[in-house]
């Protein structure tokens, strides 16, 4: 049985930071590309980062750019989330993802294209 789950989340002040864990089981995180999402009330899930299985591809919605960082450790099995610079808009609900593929230099945009899911943390920052 696959398991993602998260860990890290809190409460925060606006510029601080937070470092997001997801640990995998049932399944090995090198042969995935695995993405960040948030959702926070009333809206859609969204991108927030994504790495592909070569950890040197990566992608950021504009709006994280220059203040997350996401990493990956194969041998932990655990893929991170770095946030600094915290915003109240970063507020939501966070959510790791993962999909199997062959392709090691894809990263995926869309939650359809992701088959496994952690439970997702919460986020929260106040101004």
């Known amino acids: 049985q696959v398991q993602l789950v998260e860990s890290g989340g809190g409460l925060v002040q606006a510029g601080g930071s937070l470092r997001l864990s997801c640990a995998a089981s049932?399944?090995?995180?090198?042969?995935?590309?695995v993405g960040w999402l948030r959702q926070a009330p009333g809206t859609e899930r969204e991108l927030v980062t994504a790495?592909?299985?070569?950890?040197?591809?990566?992608t950021y919605a504009d709006s994280v750019k220059g203040r997350f960082t996401i990493s990956r450790d194969n041998a932990k099995n655990t893929v991170y989330l770095q946030m600094n610079s915290l915003k109240p808009e970063d507020t939501a609900v966070y959510y790791c993802?993962?999909?199997?593929?062959?392709?090691?230099?894809?990263?995926?945009?869309?939650?359809?294209?992701?088959?496994?899911w952690g439970q997702g943390t919460q986020v929260t920052v106040s101004s």
């Open positions: 049932g399944r090995t995180f090198g042969s995935d590309a």
């Open positions: 790495v592909a299985r070569s950890n040197a591809i990566t």
């Open positions: 993802a993962a999909v199997g593929t062959d392709l090691r230099f894809t990263y995926y945009l869309r939650p359809s294209q992701y088959d496994y």
